[in-house]
T-cell receptor, first 114, second 115 residues
Framework: GQQLNQSPQSMFIQEGEDVSMNCTSS?????WLWYKQEPGEGPVLLIA?????ELTSNGRLTAQFGITRKDSFLNISASIPSDVGIYFC??????????????FGKGTKLSVKP | ETGVTQTPRHLVMGMTNKKSLKCEQH?????MYWYKQSAKKPLELMFV???????ENNSVPSRFSPECPNSSHLFLHLHTLQPEDSALYLC??????????????FGNGTRLTVT
């Protein structure tokens, strides 16, 4: 079945540093989503990407839909302590007008040292 | 406040118990989902309801039984669970339409422990 490889699995960074994480797949996707999950909460949508090559920002977060449609990255600039959490990528494929299931990566756990 | 509300937040049950998880969405969406989240594994889709009809059942054991009485409510009935069923169970909703779909909105989950 389709799988997403998300890396790195975890990151320990200093406050103020930039962060980069990515997801790759052996299959092509029509949609890439990035979610953040904080302890005790459900995943919250950060950025949605719908077109190959699309680059979208949300505050200090920037994500890109890879041109091959098999990968996506998420960057966080000037990290702050509240960026701590687990970041998930998710890919989705459309089959002739109907929606395929959302496939999730295993997550990148981000820790930020003040 | 989240648009998707799950109760209870925590549940401890024995293997012979019967319990139910409840999910309610206040977003006007027409599709609802149950996901299982276990440590170090990707989110696993369990069930999908679109317009109150079940459209997906990912080979989930029959000890999990979903119910969707209307487009705003979703239940997951549990009976004779196993310890390996301990996990965070997440409910989500989305708006499905021809040519466009909204991303999933998740609830905060029910942390289930089976003893």
């Amino acid at each position: 079945g389709q799988q997403l490889n998300q890396s790195p699995q975890s990151m320990f960074i200093q406050e103020g540093e930039d962060v980069s994480m990515n997801c790759t797949s052996s299959s092509i996707f029509n949609t890439w989503l990035w979610y953040k999950q904080e302890p005790g909460e459900g995943p919250v949508l950060l950025i949605a990407l719908y077109k190959a090559g699309e680059l979208t920002s949300n505050g200090r977060l920037t994500a890109q839909f890879g041109i091959t449609r098999k990968d996506s990255f998420l960057n966080i600039s000037a990290s702050i302590p509240s960026d701590v959490g687990i970041y998930f990528c998710a890919g989705q494929l459309w089959y002739g007008g109907s929606q395929g299931n959302l496939i999730f990566g295993k997550g990148t756990k981000l820790s930020v040292k003040p | 406040e989240t648009g998707v509300t799950q109760t209870p937040r925590h549940l401890v049950m024995g293997m012979t118990n019967k319990k139910s998880l409840k999910c309610e969405q206040h977003l006007g969406h027409n599709a609802m989902y149950w996901y299982k989240q276990s440590a170090k594994k990707p989110l696993e889709l369990m069930f999908v309801y679109s317009l109150e009809e079940r459209v997906e059942n990912n080979s989930v054991p029959s000890r999990f039984s979903p119910e969707c009485p209307n487009s705003s409510h979703l239940f997951l009935h549990l009976h004779t669970l196993q310890p390996e069923d301990s996990a965070l169970y997440l409910c989500a909703s989305s708006q499905e339409g021809q040519g466009s779909n909204s991303p999933l909105h998740f609830g905060n989950g029910t942390r289930l422990t089976v003893t």
